[in-house]
């Protein structure tokens, strides 16, 4: 079992933007998926990002040449550079985990308005 901590969001104008940071309680070197999903409310949960031990990475067509994500195996962390954010990005986000479960954060709340 991997636990997970979002942290990182918040209140921003549209335009600004944000980073999120999820933390796990274990290495994460040799997870092979790490994920970043969203749910606005009342809509599903969507992927928008991920990446995989060797650092490929995919996004959302949404998200594509606004948002990066990273991994630090180092700091055992994986990263959501937001920019230019708009309010459709109004969600929570969720940090995922891959390996033989599938392992869930909480949950951090990003609320893009003016």
């Known amino acids: 079992q991997v636990q997970l901590v979002e942290s990182g969001g918040g209140l921003v104008q549209p335009g600004n933007s944000l980073r999120l940071s999820c933390a796990a309680s274990?290495?994460?070197?040799?997870?092979?998926?790490m994920r970043w999903y969203r749910q606005a409310p009342g809509k599903q949960r969507e992927l928008v990002a991920g990446?995989?031990?060797?650092?490929?990475?995919n996004y959302a067509d949404s998200v594509k040449g606004r948002f990066t994500i990273s991994r630090d195996n180092a700091k055992n962390t994986v990263y959501l550079q937001m920019n230019s954010l708009k309010p459709e990005d109004t969600a929570v986000y969720y940090c995922?985990?891959?390996?033989?479960?599938?392992?869930w954060g909480q949950g951090t709340q990003v609320t893009v308005s003016s």
């Open positions: 990446i995989t031990s060797g650092g490929s990475t």
């Open positions: 274990v290495s994460i070197f040799s997870i092979y998926l």
């Open positions: 995922n985990a891959l390996t033989s479960n599938d392992n």
